[in-house]
């Protein structure tokens, strides 16, 4: 038998509490509503904005389904540029795989630049377990590090918090004097971790996008610490989950004003990087080494998934998670995962557990919104209905809902049924029986007054 | 020998034999509008982003004057305009590169590690100096790319970054704040 998984429990619970938090939605509204007023004019700057979309799905269409001759494609020419490649099956592998290097190169402190894809694989833990001192540096990030916590949005990782919060933070933790000023709070976290940053022997990035023709990952940022963290330390570590690849530089023309404009509003963020390898010969400075880490972890199994690969096409750029009403309401913690919002309720279930996480697949009134901010097209919400489809048929429901759509499903097969049922549920509603029986739906809800007659009645007097 | 990669090759072989829908075609209209005048284009969009104009060899003696410490790159172009620096990228005020060219669309300067000094030049220092000439304005990112494309193809830079305004940050209350990371000040000088 199936009951709901204790973490579909803990969802509920955590919604509950943060769809009544008031403050939490006042933060979160002003947020979005910044972001949105940003979007809406970055958007004006295309001549065409639904055919950009088109053309960056067209190009992740052609990438993810030729994967494996862009992937081999862009490892050699990572190769061929004086770079490593290792290709990691699994969050350990990828995890072994780098504490083996840091320890080969004598590593005691990392510095890393904003990444989901290490967030995926718990790779901070791994390091401060094995000793290495590791440090977050985009600002956003660095202030979820020292709080204890997981980033609230895969791109703004702090969007729940006020400057009060932050301020409070510092002083607690860095012993910093209380501040309402975000450029104070700023310049607080830049001076400090400046010397981090000179002191490091490792700098670990993730990638926005991996370029098959040339060997190259690009990075897409605004402060300059994923340059630091590329530019300064003897060893930079790149994790690239495999559904990064793109097949031309060229491709960035678009690809990189579509991130930015989906991401933050900007024509394109302060910084937009390609990096190649290690320093080469005649070149300054720059790392020593450079290594790839191209990680599966469960990709290929959403990539056997014909109806739902274009859930791969993803650039990361949180526009659903804005658009996401359940989103704005619920919070990016109550998800408990990596990728929140709608296309972390599509894939988890894939890259994870997909029992554990098949009430991801509810958490969404499939208004489309997401669909329609999605700058690359994916199909999110009919994916959503796909996974709710998938865990019926895979009997992750509970006995309860089966028996309740079956009993719908023969009520509505006849007029008859339908009728005698419409007159028992209004009687219900009448009798105030109905509010009981429809627990816990009705506990924040008003049931409607019920009507005198069914429309089918009213039909019948009145044409 | 790690069985990794085979073992991955392998099952997105065995995943792809299975057909995904292929979504509509785009058109072939341009997807952005046509850049028509670039200079015009490039100082309205780097103004707009805090970036620094300077125009004129009168300007650029001003502009350099409260700077003691400079790091420069040896670009043929910075070394006739600057000279040589008297610092490096670590311990200056000021850090001076060329560039590989200037984007209209974007306003953005394009930086590189075989043609403007490493790595860290443009982006430890406080305020970034960027030496160029008129005839480096190209239209728009694309045509960057072919610029890149066409300079580089037989060996490209380690790294290459596309600088558009100075470093910022809006992750406290989506307040913009300059200044995080990188230069807080981003200056070019136009030159003919």
Redesign the interface.
């Known amino acids: 038998m199936n009951t709901a998984t204790a973490t579909a429990l803990r969802f509920k619970r955590a919604a509950a509490a943060k769809a009544t938090d008031l403050q939490h939605r006042a ?1 979160i509204q ?2 979005i509503a ?2 949105d007023a940003a979007v809406a004019r970055g958007k004006t ?4 904005w639904q ?2 979309r ?2 960056a ?2 190009i992740k ?1 052609e990438t ?5 001759r862009y ?2 494609q862009f490892e050699r020419n990572v190769l061929a ?1 004086g770079g490593h490649v ?4 699994t969050a350990e ?1 990828a995890r072994q795989h780098i504490l083996a290097l840091a320890r080969r190169h004598g590593v005691q402190k990392v510095v890393k630049s904003k990444s989901m894809t290490t967030e995926e694989i718990h790779l901070n833990e791994a390091l401060e377990t094995a000793g290495i001192k590791t440090i977050e ?4 990030e660095y ?1 979820c590090q020292i709080r204890g916590e997981p980033p609230y949005h895969i791109v ?3 969007m729940h ?3 009060a919060d ?1 301020a409070q933070t510092f002083h607690e933790k860095l012993g910093t004097p209380l501040t309402d000023n ?2 104070e ?3 607080i ?2 001076a400090r ?2 010397h981090e ?2 002191t490091a022997d490792m700098g670990i990035t993730g990638a926005n996008f991996a370029i098959a023709d ?1 060997g ?1 990952i690009a990075l897409t940022e ?4 994923a ?2 963290s ?3 330390p003897r060893i930079h570590v790149a994790v690239v989950g ?1 559904e990064k690849l793109i097949p031309r ?2 491709d ?3 690809l ?2 579509l991130l930015s404009t989906s991401g ?1 509003g ?15 010969p ?5 790392p020593q080494e ?1 290594h790839v880490v ?1 990680l ?1 972890n469960g990709r ?1 199994r959403l ?2 998934d ?2 739902q ?2 859930a791969l096409h993803c650039i990361r750029c949180g526009a659903c998670l804005n658009a996401c009403p359940i989103y704005k309401n619920v919070g990016g913690y109550t998800y408990a995962t990596t990728y929140q919002g709608p296309i972390g309720s599509v894939i988890t279930p894939h890259l994870r557990d997909a029992h554990q996480w098949s009430h991801l697949s509810y958490a969404s009134s499939l208004c489309g919104a997401c669909t329609d901010a999605c700058p690359v ?1 994916i199909d999110l919400h009919h994916h959503l209905l796909h996974n709710r489809r998938n865990s019926v048929q895979r009997r992750f429901d509970q006995p309860i809902q089966r028996l309740m759509f079956r009993a719908w499903l023969w009520a509505m097969q006849s007029p008859g049924r339908y009728t005698v049922g419409g007159k028992l549920a209004r009687l219900a509603i009448r009798l105030g029986w109905a509010k009981s029986l429809a627990q816990p739906w009705t506990e924040g809800r008003e049931l409607p007054e019920p009507p005198e007659q069914s429309f089918h009645e009213w039909w019948k007097q009145t044409r | 020998m790690n069985p990794a990669r085979e073992n991955i090759l392998a099952r997105v072989q065995a995943a792809l034999r299975a057909q995904a829908h292929r979504p509509a075609a785009p058109t072939t209209a341009p997807i952005f509008p046509p850049v028509t005048n670039p200079e015009t284009r490039f100082r309205e969009e780097f103004i707009a982003l805090k970036g620094e104009l300077i125009d004129g060899a009168e300007k650029l003696r001003e502009f350099l004057k409260p700077f003691g410490r400079i790091a420069t790159d040896d670009t043929q172009l910075v070394r006739e305009v600057i000279g040589d620096g008297n610092a490096g990228p670590r311990d200056c005020d000021l850090g001076v590169t060329g560039c590989d060219c200037l984007i209209a669309q974007t306003g953005s300067v394009v930086v590189s590690t075989t043609s403007t000094g490493g790595r860290a030049l443009s982006v430890l220092p406080p305020t970034h100096l960027v030496i160029a000439r008129r005839d480096q304005i190209v239209p728009d990112l694309a045509s960057a790319m072919a610029l890149l494309r066409k300079r580089y193809d037989s060996r490209w830079p380690s790294a290459l970054s596309v600088i558009t305004g100075p470093s910022r940050t809006a992750d406290i209350e989506k307040i913009l704040v300059f200044g995080a990371h990188g230069p807080k000040r981003l200056v070019v000088y136009l030159g003919s």
């Open positions: 933060v002003k947020a910044t972001y700057r295309f001549a065409d055919n950009a088109s053309h799905a067209a269409w993810i389904n030729h994967l494996d992937l081999e540029n290792f290709w990691a099956e592998d540096t985009d600002l956003g202030i703004t990782p702090v918090l006020t400057k932050i975000a450029e709070l700023t310049m976290a830049r971790l400046r940053f000179m040339t190259m605004n402060e300059g610490n340059r630091l590329f530019s300064l495999i530089l060229e960035l023309a678009l990189w004003p933050t900007q024509a394109l963020t302060a910084y937009s990087s390609l990096i190649g390898g290690p320093r080469q005649g070149e300054t400075d720059g450079f191209l599966d290929t990539l056997a014909a109806e690969r274009d097209r």
